[in-house]
């Protein structure tokens, strides 16, 4: 698993990459992500461990595997984990409204 992520984190999305500007180094509210994150058998897009938040963004191909996001959200659900999901065209497009999402998010789970 962690070779894969390693092979996704060279292959980032660009919405990937635009997300990740702005959650690197601690910038949301001191808070530490990982991306592409190996969490049991999964690989998720941005990983905050003390928040346990998994931040995912769904491209087309999403479209085509709901019922398996579906299953493995529910799986990493079990262990604690939480989700924000956004689509791709929101982060190329509105990343603004995508940041004060999980900012809003952030503030209200940090203790």
Request: charged share 40%; hydrophobic share 35%; with cysteine.
């Amino acid at each position: 698993m962690v070779e894969k992520a390693r092979e996704l984190r060279k292959k980032s999305t660009p919405a990937e990459k635009r997300l990740w500007k702005y959650l690197r180094r601690k910038q949301m509210h001191q808070f530490d992500f990982d991306r592409q994150k190996p969490i049991d058998h999964y690989i998720v897009d941005f990983y905050c461990k003390k928040l346990k938040l998994a931040i995912e963004i769904d491209g087309e191909y999403h479209d085509h595997q709901q019922k398996y996001d579906l299953s493995r959200q529910r799986r990493l659900e079990s262990f604690g984990v939480q989700f924000l999901r956004f689509s791709e065209k929101e982060v190329l497009n509105d990343i603004d409204n995508v940041l004060r999402v999980i900012e809003q998010w952030v503030l209200k789970h940090k203790d």
